[in-house]
């Protein structure tokens, strides 16, 4: 086993990639896919799992890289996952680099899997092409044809290119956004259909919870409530401890009153039976739960929420998510600049798991087009 520990192998090799950032150093044909991997912006699960299982192998090179989970038999096994979330993690976190910020293992192509990771397994999920490129890459290594240090450390160099290439993209997209005071502000129906044209993008179940939480933040002193910190795109409720998506307390005050939980599509009777096992087994006494959904409402649900509130002193209600910021941006007509402003900070920092940099340079372009006449 090498002694080097894991964490200084990965900050060795990332400054190498740092200081080499044109230097290929592995065969052009690797090359190719290991951009191809790290360029897929609809699926990066496959980055991280890559550097887990060459770390691992950098680590230990008597494990068979094809191995990841100990529930493979043999004795040349290794828990991919452990280098993950124990190594990798942190210099993602640490370097913010474009790729998820969770473990790959829990995605559902690579969660338990006991057999070995050969080029001919067909590993369910989308693109198809992101994960034979993995497996070829894990191939080369177990053929000798590249070396391990050498394929991650291209890893890190595309990683680092690309987050260059956005860096640049969206300083050139925020610069052009920029505008003179004097100039008349987006009114608010010009915002309301800017975020629906951002809602018809693609991968854009987390848009609606920044737009409610945007909503809160904007008017918290006039409200005298605000958003609690919303929890990861990806984090099960189970695993936080939240009762929805956007929790709203009193200012000075750990007490939700109004719960929000968002759909990307119809929101049924069932959805809120969930909601009902949920709050019977929170302490939280709140005042409303709240669905906001991109999709339509039905008649019967609606009736069904309004049902609930003798039964339980807690009003359901199902809202258009357009809708609701609509009533929102004209009942708050002076603040609709600041959450527009608001709005768009959220969704810039959010990470590329949840909403991808397409979708956060496509809001400034579409914000640009709209205010293109303001200039």
Request: charged share 25%; net charge neutral; aromatic share 8%.
């Amino acid at each position: 086993m090498n002694n080097t520990n894991p964490t200084d192998i990965l900050e060795k090799l990332y400054h190498q990639a740092s200081e080499n950032l044109t230097k290929i150093v592995v065969k052009s044909a690797t090359s190719e896919k290991v951009e191809a991997v790290c360029r897929c912006n609809a699926n990066k699960a496959p980055i991280r799992f890559l550097m887990s299982c060459l770390l691992a192998k950098i680590h230990n090179p008597k494990v068979d890289i094809r191995k990841p989970y100990t529930e493979i038999e043999g004795n040349d096994t290794y828990s991919g996952r452990f280098y993950d979330e124990r190594f990798v993690e942190l210099l993602v976190h640490k370097y913010k680099l474009p790729c998820n910020p969770t473990t790959a293992y829990l995605t559902p192509a690579f969660r338990n899997l006991d057999r070995l990771l050969t080029t001919d397994l067909v590993l369910v999920g989308r693109p198809r092409e992101v994960y034979i490129n993995a497996l070829q890459i894990l191939d080369f290594v177990y053929t000798k044809k590249e070396k391990p240090e050498n394929i991650l450390q291209e890893i890190l160099r595309f990683l680092l290119v690309i987050k260059a290439e956005d860096e640049l993209r969206m300083k050139q997209l925020i610069a052009d956004l920029k505008q003179a005071d004097d100039i008349l502000p987006l009114a608010s129906e010009e915002i309301v259909m800017l975020l629906t044209q951002h809602l018809n993008c693609k991968g854009v179940s987390r848009l609606p919870v920044l737009i409610v939480a945007s909503a809160y933040q904007t008017v918290k002193a006039q409200l005298g409530e605000e958003n609690r910190v919303l929890a990861a795109h990806n984090a099960a409720d189970k695993q936080t401890g939240s009762i929805g998506d956007v929790e709203i307390t009193l200012t000075n005050d750990e007490r939700i009153v109004t719960c929000y939980e968002m759909k990307d599509k119809r929101v049924t009777k069932t959805d809120i039976d969930v909601a009902l096992q949920k709050l019977s087994k929170t302490k939280s006494k709140i005042d409303n739960y709240i669905f906001i959904t991109t999709d339509i409402i039905e008649i019967e649900v609606t009736e069904y929420a309004k049902s609930l509130y003798e039964k339980t002193g807690v009003e359901f209600a199902v809202l258009d998510c357009i809708g609701f910021i609509r009533h929102f941006l004209h009942f708050f007509h002076r603040q609709r600049s600041q959450f527009l402003n608001l709005y768009q900070t959220m969704v810039l920092a959010e990470p590329t798991s949840s909403v991808s940099q397409p979708l956060k340079e496509a809001f400034l372009a579409l914000r640009r087009v709209a205010e293109a006449d303001r200039r």
